[in-house]
């Protein structure tokens, strides 16, 4: 089955402590990308990939990570820069820049700081 | 100003009943606009999409587009419990997806 993958489902983190979250697709997308969402509110772009090796910030990456070595893996780091990172994670793709492309969502990773 | 603005609600509509779920955005570039589903916990679904203006339809979904009044909406017709969720608005904007902060629907049986 074709999908996108997001471990682990839950995670707790330690202040201090540097994280990694994983996300890898089989759907041979080009474009990935990561969203944090806190209760009640909606997506925030985090980074996006376009092709391998290569990646933007979006609008809130301070205190995160990513890389992009592989075209099916996109990793998240949240670091212990990030001041407030308990929140919802979620990873999607999508298969090209066209005007009717869609993203597709994995089933995301609930981070707590404990 | 919010680049995506929905309504957060709940929107509470009784079983059967047409719920209608409005989305304005505020840069006139947009090019595409899609509605998600987020049940409580879950990831969000595409439900449709729509880069024309006017309708457009799938079973009881209708996606409704006005460019030139930078609003799109949403009409889930025979609205059913399983229905109850938080429906997210998102654009494409120059290349990049916006997503609002979604408007929560309970469908009452």
């Known amino acids: 089955d074709g999908g996108i993958t997001q471990s682990p489902k839950y995670l707790f983190r330690k202040e201090g402590q540097n994280v990694t979250l994983s996300c890898e697709q089989n759907?041979?997308?080009?474009?990935m990308y990561w969203y944090r969402q806190d209760p009640g509110q909606g997506l925030r772009l985090i980074y996006y990939?376009?092709?391998?090796?290569?990646?933007q910030k979006g609008d809130i990456a301070e205190g995160y990570s990513v890389s992009r070595e592989k075209k099916e893996s996109f990793p998240l780091t949240v670091t212990s820069a990030q001041k407030n990172p308990t929140a919802f994670y979620l990873c999607?793709?999508?298969?090209?820049?066209?005007?009717?492309?869609?993203?597709?969502f994995g089933p995301g990773t609930r981070l707590t700081v404990l | 100003q919010k680049e995506v603005e929905q309504n957060s609600g709940p929107l509470s509509v009784p079983e059967g009943a047409i719920a209608s779920l409005n989305c304005t955005y505020s840069?006139?570039?947009?090019?595409?606009f899609f509605w998600y589903r987020q049940y409580s916990g879950k990831s969000p679904e595409l439900i449709m999409f729509?880069?024309?203006?006017g309708d457009k339809e799938d079973g009881r979904f209708t996606a409704q587009l006005n460019k030139a009044s930078q609003y799109v909406s949403l009409l889930i017709r025979d609205s059913q419990p399983s229905d109850s969720a938080t429906y997210l608005c998102?654009?494409?904007?120059?290349?990049?997806?916006?997503f609002g902060s979604g408007t929560k629907l309970n469908v009452k049986p």
């Open positions: 759907l041979n997308h080009d474009a």
């Open positions: 999607a793709s999508s298969k090209d820049r066209v005007i009717e492309d869609e993203q597709f």
């Open positions: 729509i880069y024309s203006n």
């Open positions: 840069d006139r570039g947009s090019q595409s």
């Open positions: 990939s376009q092709i391998v090796n290569d990646f």
């Open positions: 998102a654009v494409m904007t120059f290349n990049k997806f916006y």
